[in-house]
């Protein structure tokens, strides 16, 4: 007989420390009804699919989402496609998907899961159809942190706009990180002996605004960086939605045009600013730099 699947779903936006303590939750039940632990995640968070303004509003993108669970925690992990079950009732999604697809044989849903369309597929759902069908089914309250603080992807989602890195990082349990493709930019950094490298970020990812203090993975290697996510109001100011992402690499000379780099964030040193002329701008830059290194030692970088 084939072995049965004790599963959790679930969006899992940003893997965050609650996610972890979900998993490892999942793991003792699969154990204890001898199955096999599995997630089943959407790509994208479904709120986020049908937002009239979906710019900025996820942690983490499918490639980084799967990248963190089957990597980063260890779970094994499978895609839902949410526009081929947006549609289902509760209770077509419970019996074609979890029990005929996932062959499942237990559940585990976090405190403010829901399914189906319409999110009718509740809790009370999920414990009628489980009695039912003689199988285990458990609802695990929200992480709490060390503050009391329920840890949530949507409070996580907010710390990080308002620009408080180190308390979302906190809450994620690793540095909030974004990936990207350096492209080519107006090499105004360059005139200012600051050459910055111009990432282009994934249209959903949620990019905090300010100059903060980075880590920045080239390949295997790390370095310290500064990273200015904003508008540019000094220099050829842009009209966007979406912020300019621009990091400056500290003692790094390698042309990067066309790679893909990870950039880490330690701590937001400043907001950004407009400058009354390109001298004040450099000025604040050189501290900026020197900020970076102390913010940034030689142990946060090699760890």
């Known amino acids: 007989m084939k072995r049965k699947n004790f599963i959790t779903i679930g969006t899992f936006d940003g893997v965050h420390l609650g996610h972890r303590k979900l998993f490892a939750r999942l793991e003792q039940l699969a154990v204890l009804h001898q199955m096999t632990p599995l997630a089943l995640y959407f790509p994208y968070p479904p709120k986020t699919l049908l937002s009239p303004q979906p710019a900025m509003t996820v942690l983490s993108t499918p490639p980084e989402k799967k990248n963190l669970l089957t990597h980063g925690v260890g779970v094994s992990a499978c895609e839902l496609d949410f526009q081929g079950y947006r549609e289902y009732s509760p209770e077509q999604f419970f019996k074609k998907v979890l029990l005929g697809k996932y062959n499942c044989g237990g559940l585990l849903a976090g405190p403010d899961f829901a399914f189906g369309k319409n999110r009718a597929g509740t809790d009370d759902f999920l414990t009628q159809k489980c009695a039912q069908m003689g199988l285990p089914f458990e609802i695990l309250p929200f992480y709490d942190a060390a503050d009391g603080t329920k840890i949530s992807s949507s409070l996580i989602r907010k710390t990080l706009a308002a620009g408080n890195v180190t308390a979302a990082n906190t809450m994620l349990g690793r540095p909030y990180s974004i990936e ?23 249209f959903y990812k949620l990019l905090p605004l300010g100059v903060f203090a980075v880590k920045v993975r080239v390949g295997r290697r790390f370095y310290r960086g500064i990273c200015n996510i904003g508008f540019r109001p000094t220099v050829n100011p842009i009209d966007s939605v979406i912020p300019l992402t ?15 780099i990870e950039v880490f964030f330690c701590e937001k040193m400043r907001g950004e600013m407009k400058f009354d002329s390109l001298d004040a701008l450099k000025f604040q830059l050189t501290q900026d730099k020197q900020s970076a290194r102390q913010i940034i030692s030689a142990k946060q970088l090699a760890s």
């Open 180 to 202: 990207g493709r350096v492209i080519s930019g107006k090499k105004l950094g360059r005139k200012l002996g600051f050459p910055t490298a111009n990432l282009d970020i994934n």
């Open 246 to 260: 621009e990091v400056h690499i500290l003692d790094f000379h390698q042309s990067i045009y066309g790679r893909r």
